[in-house]
C-alpha cells in the first residue's frame, strides 16, 4: 500500500475565526430559505411513475377482454416471500375460451408478504401478471391485505398485446390441417 | 381604563403587569417552538408543518387556509399532546429532583424578565420617557446575568435525578460550558456599561439608561452600541449562544452523542417545559441584546423614540414603544434559529478551546481596550 | 431369504470408462449403470423395444479383428486393438451389449442427432407448457434444455389434432402434444392385456386413439398417464389440479389388496394430489391399479371421524381412554384386530389383549384377484396378523365365532381397532348385549353404535410396516400430518394399554421394533430406520402351510401353484 501524504493549506487569520465561513453558510441557507420548496404534499399531488416501475402486482386481460392468466403457477413457485397462492381451474367447454383450457379459480396475492421483487412478472410466459404504478396499498385487515382475483383484475385492467398466440391458436384449430 | 388602573393598589399592579408578562413570553415561546420548525423546513427546502387544522377555522376562505399552511394549530395539537399525555415516571429516578428540575428551568427565565424593560412611555407630567418595566431597579443587567445564570442547574439537576448515563454526561456538560462562558458574557458588557456610567452621574446597571444613552442627540450620542462596540456585540453574542445551549453550543442535549442530553429521560409536559424554558431563556437573551446593542425601541439609529411619541396618548405611545421592541427581539430569535439551522455542532472540545482559549483572552483584551479608550475620550 | 442367481456379466466400455453389466442389458441400461444419462423417449425398462422415438442414438464400435485369420488389429500409436466404429448413429435401446463392445454417447455425432431428433420432435409439438400437466416432469422439457435449439426455424402452421380427447373415464388425451413413442400402446397390449390403443393416419398426421367403440378404461389405464413421457395422456382426475413441483414425495404402500404395491404420494401442505406407482421389480415394476390412486381421497372423506366420543357425548381423549379402560378391566374382553392395521399396531393390538388375556379376532377381507396387481385377498396386512400372533391361521371374513361367544354371554366387551364389525356379520342385536370400543379413521354404521369412539389416522397419516403376499416386509412413511382431532393409533394402542396395566411403548418407531425384534423371531435383528425402500422378504416357513386366498399376480405364484408347477 502506498501513501499520499496531502499538504494541509494552514488556514487563514479569516478562516480560524470561522467567521467568514458562518456568514457565507448563512447566506446559503436564506437562500434556500426563500426558493421554491421540494416537498412534493403526496396525497393532492401523485409523484410521476416512471416507465418500469415496480408496484402492486395485478393480473391483466388482453385487448380482446381475455383472461391471460393460464394459472401455470410459476409465479407462486418463484416468489421469494411465496405471497402468491393460486388455485388451477379448468374452462368448461362451453366457454368460448376452452382453447386455453386452464385458468385460476382463485388468484391471491397476499401484500403483506410481497416484496415487490417482480420475479411473477419476469417468469410469467403468459405476460398476465404485472406490477403497474399503484405504490399505495393499505387495510384495516389482514384479510384486506390480499388481493384476490376480482380485485387483481380490477387493478390491472387491459394491456395491450403484441401477439395474441391464444386467438392465433383458436384461428388454426378452426382452420384445421386444410389449411396448409 | 388607565386610571383605573393606576388607581389599584401599587401590589395589585405589579400582579397583573407580572401576569400580562407571564402571558405573552409563555405564548412565545410556544410559537417559537413552532416558529424553529418552520424556519428548518425553509431552509431545507420543504413547506413544514401544514396539515393539522381546526373545521371552523378551516371555513374562513383564504385566512383560515393561511394559519393552516402556518401550520398553527400544529402548536395547539402539540401543546394539548403534552397536556394530555400519559406522566410517565421511570423507576430508578430521583423522583423529587426529577420533578424540580423542569420547574427549576423555568423559574429563572421568568424571573429575569422582572428587571429587563420590554418597552418605553412618555409621561407627560414628567416630559420624561418612562421604562415599560416590571421592577425599575438599578441593579438591572447583573439580575439578568444573576438569575439567568441558575436555570444551568436545572440542566444539572435533570441530568443528575435521571440516574442515567447520558443525562448524566449532558448535565456535567451543561455546568463547564456555563461557566466557560459566563465570564466571557460579564466581560463583554462591561465597556458598555463604562460608557454609560459617564463620570460624574450617577452610577447604574439599570438596563433602561443604556437605551437612553442610545438615545442622544449627536452623532456618537444615538449611535447603537453595535456600532461603537463590535467587538463586545461579537463576544457577547457567541456567550449568548453557549448560554441559552443553542446550536452551535448545545453541548447538553446534543442528540447525536448523547440521545437526548439532559432530558433523554423526560417526556410529555415536563419534557416541554424545558423548552418553554429554553425558548424564554432565548426571548430574554434577545431582549438583552437589543437592548444593550441594537438601541432597545428606538427604532432607527439616531431616532430617539421619546419625540416621535411625544404627542400620542400615553397608550398608542407605550405599545409603539413594546412594538419597536418586540420586532427587534423577534428578528433576533429569527437569527438564533437561522444559525441552528446553518451550522453544525461543536465538538466537545472545541467548546471548551474557543470558551477558555479564544472568547476569554478576546473578552479581557477588549474590556482593556475599551477602558483605555473611553478614558482618553472622556478625558478629552 | 432368497439370493437372485448370479448373472452373467459382460464387460462393456462406455465413454471411455470400463463397466461389467450383465449379459442382454441393451445400450441405455449399460449406459445407466455406468452414470451416464441416454435420453429416450419410447424406450421403458418393462416394455418390449419398439425403437421408433430415435432420441437415444449413440455411436457404436468394436474390436477389430481381421476377416481372415481373426487376428486382432493392433493400433501401432496406442498399442491396443484397433476399434471399428460403425459410420451411423445406432439406437442404444435395441442394442444389447456383446463382450468388448464399444459406445460413445457423447460424440459430437450424437449430440448432433439428439439435436435434429427434438427439432424434429418440436415442430409440432404445440408451446402450452404453461397449461400443461406434465410441466416439470416432461421428457421433451428435460431434453430441450439439453439438446433443444432454443428457438424454431418452422414458420408454417401447426399440425392440428384432437384436444382433450376422452380416452376412458380416468385419462384425457391431447394428441396434439403426443410425440408417437407408442410406450401406451405397448402397456395396453402387454402389461395390462387390453389392446384398444393405436395410431391411425400417416406421417405427422399420425394420431394416437382408441379403436372404434372401444375406450381406455381397464384397472390399469392410469400407468399409460405415468409412461407418456410428455404431456399427452393426463389424468383427469389429477389434471389441472397442482403443477408436480409443488409436490412431496412420500414412499408408501397401496393398500388395496395384500399385493403391496409400492406407491409415491404426492401432496402439498398437508393435502395429498396423487398417488403414482413407485418402481419395485420384486413386486409390481412400474405399475399399479387405478382403483389404488384414489385411496387419498379417505383422507378428507366427509365420513371422516373428529370427535372422541363416550356414549355419543364428546370426551377427551384422557377420559374416553379411561372409560374404555375401565370397560375393559370388567372382563369378558374380546379384542378384534385388522389386517389392514400397521404390523407395529397389530403388535401393540396382541399385547392389549395378552395383557387383557383375552382371545383375537381378525376380519377376513377377500375378493377377485385380477391376476395382475389386485390380489384375492384385500387385507394389506394379513402376513402381519399372522406374524404378530393375533391370528393362526388365515382370517375368515365373518365374525361368526366371536358371534357364538356373544349369544353364549361369554363376551361383554369387544375392542375393535379399525374394524367395522357390523360389515363383518355380527348383528346389531348382537352388538347390543356388548359394551363396544372402536378405534376407526371413519364412521361406520358400528361407530354409531359403539359406546367408546376413539378417531385415529389413516394410512397416509402416519409411519408404519406392512407384510404383503409374498412375506415381503415393506414400510410406508407418513405423507401428511394427522388430522389434529384424531390420534395416532400407536399412541391410542400405547395408552390403552398403559390404562389397563400392561406395559406401554416407548412410543418411537425404534424401541417398538426394538421389542418386536426381541418378541417375534422372524423380526429378529431387523430396526424401521435400515428397512430397504424396496422391502425387505422374510422368512415364511412357518406359514406355508396355510391355505391363502391368493391366485397368481405380477410376480409371485402361490405356494400350491408354485409346488404343483
Given at each position: 500500500?502506498?501513501?499520499?501524504?496531502?499538504?494541509?493549506?494552514?488556514?487563514?487569520?479569516?478562516?480560524?475565526?470561522?467567521?467568514?465561513?458562518?456568514?457565507?453558510?448563512?447566506?446559503?441557507?436564506?437562500?434556500?430559505?426563500?426558493?421554491?420548496?421540494?416537498?412534493?404534499?403526496?396525497?393532492?399531488?401523485?409523484?410521476?411513475?416512471?416507465?418500469?416501475?415496480?408496484?402492486?402486482?395485478?393480473?391483466?386481460?388482453?385487448?380482446?377482454?381475455?383472461?391471460?392468466?393460464?394459472?401455470?403457477?410459476?409465479?407462486?413457485?418463484?416468489?421469494?416471500?411465496?405471497?402468491?397462492?393460486?388455485?388451477?381451474?379448468?374452462?368448461?367447454?362451453?366457454?368460448?375460451?376452452?382453447?386455453?383450457?386452464?385458468?385460476?379459480?382463485?388468484?391471491?396475492?397476499?401484500?403483506?408478504?410481497?416484496?415487490?421483487?417482480?420475479?411473477?412478472?419476469?417468469?410469467?410466459?403468459?405476460?398476465?401478471?404485472?406490477?403497474?404504478?399503484?405504490?399505495?396499498?393499505?387495510?384495516?385487515?389482514?384479510?384486506?391485505?390480499?388481493?384476490?382475483?376480482?380485485?387483481?383484475?380490477?387493478?390491472?385492467?387491459?394491456?395491450?398485446?403484441?401477439?395474441?398466440?391464444?386467438?392465433?391458436?383458436?384461428?388454426?384449430?378452426?382452420?384445421?390441417?386444410?389449411?396448409? | 381604563?388607565?386610571?383605573?388602573?393606576?388607581?389599584?393598589?401599587?401590589?395589585?399592579?405589579?400582579?397583573?403587569?407580572?401576569?400580562?408578562?407571564?402571558?405573552?413570553?409563555?405564548?412565545?415561546?410556544?410559537?417559537?417552538?413552532?416558529?424553529?420548525?418552520?424556519?428548518?423546513?425553509?431552509?431545507?427546502?420543504?413547506?413544514?408543518?401544514?396539515?393539522?387544522?381546526?373545521?371552523?377555522?378551516?371555513?374562513?376562505?383564504?385566512?383560515?387556509?393561511?394559519?393552516?399552511?402556518?401550520?398553527?394549530?400544529?402548536?395547539?395539537?402539540?401543546?394539548?399532546?403534552?397536556?394530555?399525555?400519559?406522566?410517565?415516571?421511570?423507576?430508578?429516578?430521583?423522583?423529587?429532583?426529577?420533578?424540580?428540575?423542569?420547574?427549576?428551568?423555568?423559574?429563572?427565565?421568568?424571573?429575569?424578565?422582572?428587571?429587563?424593560?420590554?418597552?418605553?412611555?412618555?409621561?407627560?407630567?414628567?416630559?420624561?420617557?418612562?421604562?415599560?418595566?416590571?421592577?425599575?431597579?438599578?441593579?438591572?443587567?447583573?439580575?439578568?446575568?444573576?438569575?439567568?445564570?441558575?436555570?444551568?442547574?436545572?440542566?444539572?439537576?435533570?441530568?443528575?435525578?435521571?440516574?442515567?448515563?447520558?443525562?448524566?454526561?449532558?448535565?456535567?456538560?451543561?455546568?463547564?460550558?456555563?461557566?466557560?462562558?459566563?465570564?466571557?458574557?460579564?466581560?463583554?458588557?462591561?465597556?458598555?456599561?463604562?460608557?454609560?456610567?459617564?463620570?460624574?452621574?450617577?452610577?447604574?446597571?439599570?438596563?433602561?439608561?443604556?437605551?437612553?444613552?442610545?438615545?442622544?442627540?449627536?452623532?456618537?450620542?444615538?449611535?447603537?452600541?453595535?456600532?461603537?462596540?463590535?467587538?463586545?456585540?461579537?463576544?457577547?453574542?457567541?456567550?449568548?449562544?453557549?448560554?441559552?445551549?443553542?446550536?452551535?453550543?448545545?453541548?447538553?442535549?446534543?442528540?447525536?452523542?448523547?440521545?437526548?442530553?439532559?432530558?433523554?429521560?423526560?417526556?410529555?409536559?415536563?419534557?416541554?417545559?424545558?423548552?418553554?424554558?429554553?425558548?424564554?431563556?432565548?426571548?430574554?437573551?434577545?431582549?438583552?441584546?437589543?437592548?444593550?446593542?441594537?438601541?432597545?425601541?428606538?427604532?432607527?439609529?439616531?431616532?430617539?423614540?421619546?419625540?416621535?411619541?411625544?404627542?400620542?396618548?400615553?397608550?398608542?405611545?407605550?405599545?409603539?414603544?413594546?412594538?419597536?421592541?418586540?420586532?427587534?427581539?423577534?428578528?433576533?430569535?429569527?437569527?438564533?434559529?437561522?444559525?441552528?439551522?446553518?451550522?453544525?455542532?461543536?465538538?466537545?472540545?472545541?467548546?471548551?478551546?474557543?470558551?477558555?482559549?479564544?472568547?476569554?483572552?478576546?473578552?479581557?483584551?477588549?474590556?482593556?481596550?475599551?477602558?483605555?479608550?473611553?478614558?482618553?475620550?472622556?478625558?478629552? | 431369504?432368497?439370493?437372485?442367481?448370479?448373472?452373467?456379466?459382460?464387460?462393456?466400455?462406455?465413454?471411455?470408462?470400463?463397466?461389467?453389466?450383465?449379459?442382454?442389458?441393451?445400450?441405455?441400461?449399460?449406459?445407466?449403470?455406468?452414470?451416464?444419462?441416454?435420453?429416450?423417449?419410447?424406450?421403458?425398462?418393462?416394455?418390449?423395444?419398439?425403437?421408433?422415438?430415435?432420441?437415444?442414438?449413440?455411436?457404436?464400435?468394436?474390436?477389430?479383428?481381421?476377416?481372415?485369420?481373426?487376428?486382432?488389429?493392433?493400433?501401432?500409436?496406442?498399442?491396443?486393438?484397433?476399434?471399428?466404429?460403425?459410420?451411423?448413429?445406432?439406437?442404444?435401446?435395441?442394442?444389447?451389449?456383446?463382450?468388448?463392445?464399444?459406445?460413445?454417447?457423447?460424440?459430437?455425432?450424437?449430440?448432433?442427432?439428439?439435436?435434429?431428433?427434438?427439432?424434429?420432435?418440436?415442430?409440432?409439438?404445440?408451446?402450452?407448457?404453461?397449461?400443461?400437466?406434465?410441466?416439470?416432469?416432461?421428457?421433451?422439457?428435460?431434453?430441450?434444455?439439453?439438446?433443444?435449439?432454443?428457438?424454431?426455424?418452422?414458420?408454417?402452421?401447426?399440425?392440428?389434432?384432437?384436444?382433450?380427447?376422452?380416452?376412458?373415464?380416468?385419462?384425457?388425451?391431447?394428441?396434439?402434444?403426443?410425440?408417437?413413442?407408442?410406450?401406451?400402446?405397448?402397456?395396453?397390449?402387454?402389461?395390462?392385456?387390453?389392446?384398444?390403443?393405436?395410431?391411425?393416419?400417416?406421417?405427422?398426421?399420425?394420431?394416437?386413439?382408441?379403436?372404434?367403440?372401444?375406450?381406455?378404461?381397464?384397472?390399469?389405464?392410469?400407468?399409460?398417464?405415468?409412461?407418456?413421457?410428455?404431456?399427452?395422456?393426463?389424468?383427469?382426475?389429477?389434471?389441472?389440479?397442482?403443477?408436480?413441483?409443488?409436490?412431496?414425495?412420500t414412499?408408501s404402500i397401496d393398500t388395496e389388496?395384500?399385493?403391496?404395491?409400492?406407491t409415491?404420494v404426492?401432496?402439498?401442505?398437508?393435502?395429498i394430489?396423487?398417488i403414482?406407482?413407485?418402481?419395485?421389480?420384486?413386486?409390481?415394476?412400474?405399475?399399479?391399479?387405478?382403483?389404488?390412486?384414489?385411496l387419498y381421497?379417505q383422507v378428507?372423506?366427509?365420513?371422516?371421524?373428529?370427535?372422541?366420543?363416550?356414549?355419543?357425548?364428546?370426551?377427551?381423549?384422557?377420559?374416553?381412554?379411561?372409560?374404555?379402560?375401565?370397560?375393559?378391566?370388567?372382563?369378558?374382553?374380546?379384542?378384534?384386530?385388522?389386517?389392514r392395521s400397521s404390523?407395529?399396531e397389530?403388535?401393540?393390538?396382541?399385547?392389549?389383549?395378552?395383557?387383557?388375556?383375552?382371545?383375537?379376532?381378525?376380519?377376513?377381507?377377500?375378493?377377485?384377484?385380477?391376476?395382475?396387481?389386485?390380489?384375492?385377498?384385500?387385507?394389506p396386512n394379513?402376513?402381519?396378523?399372522?406374524?404378530?400372533?393375533?391370528?393362526?391361521?388365515?382370517?375368515?371374513?365373518?365374525?361368526?365365532?366371536?358371534?357364538?361367544?356373544?349369544?353364549?354371554?361369554?363376551?361383554?366387551?369387544?375392542?375393535?381397532?379399525g374394524?367395522?364389525?357390523?360389515?363383518?356379520?355380527?348383528?346389531?342385536?348382537?352388538?347390543?348385549?356388548?359394551?363396544?370400543?372402536?378405534?376407526?379413521a371413519?364412521?361406520?354404521?358400528?361407530?354409531?353404535?359403539?359406546?367408546?369412539?376413539?378417531?385415529t389416522l389413516t394410512v397416509f397419516e402416519k409411519n408404519g410396516?406392512f407384510?404383503?403376499?409374498?412375506?415381503?416386509?415393506?414400510?410406508f412413511a407418513q405423507a401428511i400430518?394427522g388430522?389434529?382431532?384424531?390420534?395416532?393409533d400407536?399412541?391410542?394402542?400405547?395408552?390403552?394399554?398403559?390404562?389397563?396395566?400392561?406395559?406401554?411403548?416407548?412410543?418411537?418407531?425404534?424401541?417398538?421394533?426394538?421389542?418386536?425384534?426381541?418378541?417375534?423371531?422372524?423380526?429378529?435383528?431387523?430396526?424401521?430406520?435400515?428397512?430397504?425402500?424396496?422391502?425387505?422378504?422374510?422368512?415364511?416357513?412357518?406359514?406355508?402351510?396355510?391355505?391363502?386366498?391368493?391366485?397368481?399376480?405380477?410376480?409371485?405364484?402361490?405356494?400350491?401353484?408354485?409346488?404343483?408347477?
Amino acid at each position: 500500500m502506498s501513501f499520499k501524504t496531502v499538504e494541509r493549506k494552514p488556514l487563514t487569520f479569516a478562516e480560524r475565526t470561522y467567521v467568514p465561513q458562518i456568514l457565507s453558510g448563512l447566506k446559503t441557507t436564506l437562500r434556500h430559505m426563500v426558493k421554491p420548496k421540494e416537498t412534493l404534499e403526496y396525497p393532492e399531488t401523485r409523484p410521476i411513475i416512471p416507465d418500469g416501475y415496480r408496484g402492486v402486482p395485478t393480473l391483466v386481460k388482453d385487448p380482446h377482454g381475455r383472461e391471460k392468466c393460464v394459472s401455470c403457477q410459476l409465479c407462486e413457485f418463484v416468489c421469494p416471500p411465496k405471497a402468491i397462492r393460486i388455485k388451477p381451474g379448468e374452462i368448461s367447454a362451453e366457454s368460448d375460451q376452452a382453447h386455453v383450457e386452464k385458468a385460476p379459480e382463485e388468484f391471491d396475492i397476499d401484500m403483506l408478504r410481497c416484496i415487490y421483487c417482480g420475479l411473477c412478472q419476469e417468469v410469467c410466459p403468459e405476460e398476465a401478471i404485472w406490477l403497474q404504478n399503484v405504490f399505495s396499498m393499505s387495510g384495516y385487515t389482514r384479510e384486506e391485505m390480499v388481493n384476490d382475483k376480482t380485485r387483481l383484475y380490477e387493478l390491472g385492467g387491459t394491456l395491450p398485446d403484441d401477439h395474441f398466440k391464444w386467438d392465433k391458436k383458436k384461428a388454426a384449430e378452426e382452420a384445421g390441417n386444410a389449411a396448409h | 381604563m388607565i386610571d383605573l388602573y393606576l388607581d389599584l393598589p401599587v401590589w395589585i399592579q405589579s400582579a397583573l403587569k407580572g401576569l400580562i408578562v407571564i402571558m405573552v413570553i409563555i405564548p412565545i415561546a410556544g410559537a417559537c417552538s413552532l416558529a424553529e420548525r418552520k424556519v428548518s423546513a425553509w431552509i431545507q427546502g420543504r413547506p413544514g408543518p401544514n396539515r393539522a387544522t381546526v373545521p371552523w377555522v378551516a371555513w374562513i376562505p383564504f385566512f383560515g387556509k393561511f394559519l393552516q399552511r402556518l401550520g398553527v394549530f400544529h402548536l395547539m395539537a402539540d401543546g394539548a399532546k403534552f397536556i394530555f399525555k400519559e406522566d410517565v415516571l421511570p423507576g430508578h429516578v430521583n423522583k423529587f429532583y426529577y420533578y424540580l428540575a423542569p420547574l427549576v428551568a423555568l423559574v429563572p427565565a421568568l424571573c429575569t424578565i422582572v428587571v429587563v424593560p420590554f418597552g418605553a412611555y412618555f409621561d407627560a407630567a414628567t416630559e420624561t420617557l418612562q421604562p415599560v418595566i416590571l421592577a425599575n431597579v438599578d441593579v438591572g443587567i447583573l439580575a439578568v446575568f444573576a438569575i439567568g445564570s441558575l436555570s444551568v442547574y436545572s440542566l444539572i439537576l435533570a441530568g443528575w435525578a435521571s440516574n442515567s448515563k447520558y443525562p448524566f454526561l449532558g448535565g456535567v456538560r451543561a455546568s463547564a460550558q456555563l461557566i466557560s462562558y459566563e465570564l466571557s458574557m460579564t466581560l463583554s458588557v462591561i465597556p458598555v456599561f463604562l460608557w454609560v456610567n459617564a463620570p460624574g452621574g450617577n452610577g447604574t446597571l439599570s438596563l433602561f439608561d443604556v437605551v437612553q444613552s442610545q438615545s442622544q442627540p449627536g452623532f456618537l450620542g444615538g449611535m447603537w452600541f453595535v456600532f461603537l462596540m463590535p467587538l463586545c456585540a461579537f463576544v457577547f453574542l457567541v456567550a449568548l449562544f453557549a448560554e441559552t445551549n443553542r446550536q452551535p453550543f448545545d453541548m447538553p442535549e446534543s442528540e447525536a452523542d448523547l440521545v437526548g442530553g439532559f432530558h433523554t429521560e423526560y417526556g410529555e409536559f415536563k419534557w416541554s417545559l424545558f423548552f418553554v424554558a429554553e425558548y424564554a431563556h432565548m426571548t430574554i437573551g434577545s431582549g438583552v441584546f437589543v437592548l444593550l446593542f441594537l438601541g432597545g425601541w428606538n427604532p432607527l439609529p439616531w431616532v430617539p423614540l421619546a419625540p416621535l411619541i411625544a404627542g400620542l396618548p400615553i397608550w398608542l405611545g407605550g405599545l409603539i414603544g413594546i412594538g419597536v421592541f418586540l420586532a427587534k427581539s423577534l428578528a433576533f430569535i429569527f437569527l438564533f434559529m437561522w444559525i441552528r439551522w446553518t451550522l453544525p455542532r461543536f465538538r466537545y472540545d472545541q467548546v471548551m478551546t474557543i470558551g477558555w482559549q479564544k472568547l476569554l483572552p478576546l473578552a479581557i483584551g477588549n474590556v482593556i481596550f475599551y477602558a483605555l479608550a473611553i478614558a482618553v475620550i472622556e478625558r478629552s | 431369504m432368497i439370493q437372485p442367481a448370479q448373472p452373467e456379466l459382460v464387460t462393456v466400455t462406455i465413454d471411455g470408462k470400463e463397466i461389467a453389466v450383465p449379459k442382454g442389458t441393451n445400450v441405455i441400461e449399460a449406459a445407466r449403470l455406468a452414470g451416464t444419462d441416454v435420453p429416450h423417449y419410447c424406450y421403458h425398462p418393462k416394455l418390449s423395444v419398439a425403437g421408433n422415438c430415435r432420441m437415444c442414438l449413440i455411436e457404436l464400435g468394436m474390436p477389430m479383428a481381421d476377416r481372415a485369420t481373426h487376428e486382432p488389429i493392433m493400433d501401432p500409436e496406442t498399442g491396443k486393438q484397433k476399434i471399428g466404429w460403425i459410420p451411423h448413429p445406432q439406437i442404444g435401446c435395441a442394442t444389447n451389449v456383446v463382450p468388448g463392445m464399444q459406445v460413445k454417447t457423447q460424440s459430437p455425432m450424437v449430440k448432433e442427432c439428439r439435436e435434429g431428433v427434438m427439432e424434429f420432435l418440436l415442430i409440432n409439438h404445440p408451446l402450452d407448457c404453461p397449461i400443461c400437466d406434465q410441466a416439470g416432469e416432461c421428457k421433451l422439457q428435460e431434453q430441450a434444455t439439453g439438446y433443444g435449439r432454443g428457438y424454431s426455424r418452422f414458420i408454417e402452421q401447426k399440425n392440428v389434432k384432437p384436444k382433450r380427447a376422452q380416452l376412458g373415464p380416468r385419462v384425457t388425451l391431447d394428441d396434439e402434444r403426443c410425440v408417437l413413442c407408442s410406450r401406451c400402446i405397448r402397456f395396453c397390449q402387454e402389461v395390462a392385456k387390453d389392446d384398444v390403443l393405436g395410431f391411425v393416419d400417416r406421417g405427422s398426421y399420425s394420431t394416437l386413439t382408441c379403436y372404434p367403440g372401444k375406450e381406455l378404461k381397464n384397472n390399469y389405464s392410469l400407468n399409460t398417464v405415468d409412461i407418456c413421457p410428455v404431456g399427452a395422456l393426463t389424468s383427469t382426475d389429477f389434471r389441472f389440479k397442482m403443477r408436480v413441483w409443488f409436490l412431496k414425495q412420500t414412499n408408501s404402500i397401496d393398500t388395496e389388496s395384500s399385493v403391496g404395491a409400492n406407491t409415491v404420494v404426492w401432496s402439498r401442505e398437508g393435502v395429498i394430489y396423487r398417488i403414482t406407482p413407485r418402481r419395485n421389480d420384486e413386486v409390481n415394476d412400474t405399475w399399479m391399479a387405478d382403483s389404488g390412486r384414489i385411496l387419498y381421497k379417505q383422507v378428507q372423506a366427509d365420513d371422516r371421524l373428529h370427535q372422541s366420543t363416550v356414549k355419543g357425548q364428546p370426551a377427551t381423549l384422557a377420559a374416553v381412554i379411561a372409560d374404555a379402560a375401565k370397560l375393559a378391566k370388567a372382563g369378558h374382553v374380546a379384542v378384534v384386530g385388522s389386517g389392514r392395521s400397521s404390523v407395529e399396531e397389530q403388535f401393540l393390538t396382541k399385547r392389549l389383549a395378552t395383557t387383557l388375556e383375552t382371545e383375537t379376532f381378525v376380519v377376513g377381507q377377500t375378493g377377485e384377484g385380477d391376476g395382475l396387481l389386485i390380489s384375492a385377498d384385500r387385507n394389506p396386512n394379513t402376513r402381519g396378523a399372522l406374524v404378530t400372533g393375533l391370528v393362526a391361521d388365515v382370517p375368515t371374513a365373518q365374525l361368526d365365532a366371536l358371534g357364538a361367544e356373544i349369544d353364549a354371554g361369554r363376551v361383554k366387551t369387544i375392542i375393535s381397532v379399525g374394524e367395522d364389525l357390523i360389515a363383518a356379520g355380527l348383528t346389531p342385536a348382537q352388538l347390543d348385549k356388548v359394551a363396544l370400543i372402536i378405534l376407526s379413521a371413519h364412521g361406520t354404521s358400528t361407530t354409531a353404535v359403539a359406546d367408546v369412539v376413539i378417531p385415529t389416522l389413516t394410512v397416509f397419516e402416519k409411519n408404519g410396516t406392512f407384510i404383503n403376499q409374498q412375506f415381503r416386509l415393506q414400510k410406508f412413511a407418513q405423507a401428511i400430518p394427522g388430522l389434529t382431532s384424531a390420534s395416532n393409533d400407536l399412541v391410542v394402542l400405547d395408552e390403552l394399554i398403559a390404562a389397563v396395566g400392561g406395559e406401554a411403548s416407548e412410543g418411537d418407531m425404534k424401541s417398538l421394533w426394538k421389542s418386536m425384534g426381541a418378541e417375534i423371531p422372524v423380526f429378529a435383528n431387523i430396526t424401521y430406520g435400515n428397512l430397504p425402500a424396496t422391502g425387505l422378504l422374510l422368512d415364511s416357513s412357518a406359514w406355508d402351510n396355510l391355505n391363502f386366498p391368493e391366485g397368481e399376480t405380477l410376480h409371485f405364484k402361490p405356494a400350491a401353484a408354485e409346488a404343483s408347477a
